[in-house]
T-cell receptor, first 110, second 113 residues
């Protein structure tokens, strides 16, 4: 089992729809969690950190479920500009490394 | 607002040539790392450093060397370029205290012919 797993997609979603991704992790001692977005052939950019109580940033909501060991990202009222690959990142906490998921590709269609 | 700066942005090498990819950050981050990303693939860690004078291997270190003589700089050296090293290379940094995210440079697109 991979340490961090994501559905690779692609998710084809009409503009204005709500879409959700999940990301599962295997290390129950993991301490910090992030969502990044990556546009084609560009560097990954931090979308949001994920906090235990869940957090929201505009149209984006991130949640952590420690019992089931997954994090989720919800995008409401999706825009064409949301088309990208979304990367889930987990820090085991025992060292400085971050464990990256392979990414979920999202395509928003007009 | 420089953040993480990588040079060059693009590079073409012939097989067997050597070169150094430069990475500098101005955020006083202790942790710096190099990743490669092949087309349609995820990020793979090459080498990382948790401070000046300290480096360690990541997932795919073969064919690459690093050094960390200052907090700011973390160059990646390709010793003898091979076509399999054609990739996009990203440098990233973060503080070692707290649960901080990685900050990435813009990447170097390397082609080895």
């Amino acid at each position: 089992r991979k340490e961090v797993e994501q559905d690779p997609g692609p998710f084809n979603v009409p503009e204005g729809a709500t879409v959700a991704f999940n990301c599962t992790y295997s290390n129950s001692a993991s301490q910090s969690f992030f969502w990044y977005r990556q546009d084609c052939r560009k560097e990954p950019k931090l979308l949001m950190s994920v906090y235990s109580s869940g957090n929201e940033d505009g149209r984006f909501t991130a949640q952590l479920n420690r019992a089931s060991q997954y994090i989720s990202l919800l995008i409401r009222d999706s825009k064409l500009s949301d088309s990208a690959t979304y990367l889930c990142v987990v820090s085991p906490g025992s060292n400085y490394q971050l464990i990256w998921g392979a990414g979920t590709k999202l395509i928003i269609k007009p | 607002n420089a953040g993480v700066t990588q040079t060059p942005k693009f590079q073409v090498l012939k097989t067997g040539q050597s070169m150094t990819l430069q990475c500098a950050q101005d955020m006083n981050h202790e942790y710096m790392s190099w990743y490669r990303q092949d087309p349609g693939m995820g990020l793979r860690l090459i080498h990382y450093s948790v401070g000046a004078g300290i480096t360690d291997q990541g997932e795919v270190p073969n064919g690459y060397n690093v050094s960390r003589s200052t907090t700011e700089d973390f160059p990646l050296r390709l010793l003898s370029a091979a076509p399999s090293q054609t990739s996009v290379y990203f440098c990233a940094s973060r503080p070692t205290v707290g649960n901080s995210p990685l900050h990435f440079g813009n990447g170097t697109r390397l082609t080895v012919t």
